[in-house]
């Protein structure tokens, strides 16, 4: 009887050791599976917003090249030639139009260079330039 004792004594010790070293249970495999859903779509969101940013920088990237481009091509006329125009240009998916004006100190001219996206998309916005022309 005394090896029966030690035999159930010895299955008792190893169930309890079993049961310490167990696997995971099924609310711990659930927890596990919403935290990592809630990653996921949180880099899903976040990789909209990169597109939608990347999308907002091109196309003010865009429209300042269209305007310094403008700009440069009217500080380098002669003085007497630079004037405003009546009608914008287009150029792409942009309107570029410049006023030009007397500037506040004598023999200057202020010029505004404004483009204006055709395509009013999320945060399209219009770009403005402003410099001044010494006559020289």
């Known amino acids: 009887m005394r090896l029966y004792q030690k035999h159930t004594g010895d299955i008792k010790k190893r169930a309890r050791i079993l049961r310490k070293e167990g696997g995971f249970t099924l609310i711990d495999v659930l927890f596990a599976i919403a935290i990592l859903t809630f990653g996921l779509l949180a880099v899903a969101k976040m990789q909209g917003s990169a597109i939608q940013g990347n999308f907002f920088a091109s196309g003010k ?32 998916n942009y309107d570029i ?38 006559q020289m």
């Open 61 to 92: 990237t865009d429209a300042i090249t269209w305007a310094q481009d403008r700009m440069e091509r009217l500080l380098a006329l002669p003085y007497a030639s630079v004037a405003s125009s009546t009608t914008p240009i287009t150029q792409g």
């Open 97 to 134: 139009s410049w006023v030009v004006n007397a500037g506040a100190v004598a023999n200057t001219k202020s010029i505004k260079v404004t483009v204006t996206p055709r395509i009013k998309g999320v945060g399209q916005k219009d770009v403005e330039l402003t410099c001044v022309k010494p």
